[in-house]
């Protein structure tokens, strides 16, 4: 399962309505992202503004945020009311025990160099709640 989909299926459990914005130009062989940086457009009833996520490996998730900032869209997403978070994924785990994907949730602000973080255990490894093709 990809970063996106486990972002996806954990945005879900959440309660927010999720759309794959991010998408494969097969004839120039490359990915697209929502104003540059977005691969999930999220909302959710009583939260006011949409959410995009970039979803990524943990490793990581500082470029992101560091691209992120230097995108002048980034800035008017946000001078909109809406929220940017980074996904960082991880596998995490005692060494020989069963290892669980960890997400890294990063909030870009460009009012500050401040991030809003928090961590979420993720499901097990192997497991695949979303189908690949739930929101094409």
Not at 24 to 32: D, P, V
Not at 76 to 102: D, F, S, T, Y
Not at 121 to 126: I, K, N, R, W, Y
Request: overall charge positive.
């Amino acid at each position: 399962m990809s970063p996106t989909q486990r972002s996806k299926a954990k945005l879900e459990k959440d309660g927010y309505t999720v759309c794959i914005v991010e998408k494969w130009i097969e004839r120039i062989k490359c990915r697209k992202d929502a104003f540059g940086f977005g691969d999930l457009l999220a909302v959710k009833v009583g939260q006011i503004g949409a959410t995009l996520v970039q979803t990524t490996t943990g490793s990581h998730s500082a470029d992101r945020i560091t691209k992120i900032r230097g995108i002048a869209a980034a800035g008017i997403w946000l001078a909109a009311g809406n929220r940017i978070v980074v996904h960082g994924w991880r596998k995490v785990g005692a060494r020989g025990k069963r290892k669980v994907w960890e997400c890294r949730e990063v909030e870009v602000n460009f009012e500050t160099d401040d991030t809003t973080e928090s961590r979420t255990a993720g499901e097990t490894v192997g497991r695949d709640p979303v189908p690949a093709d739930a929101c094409a």
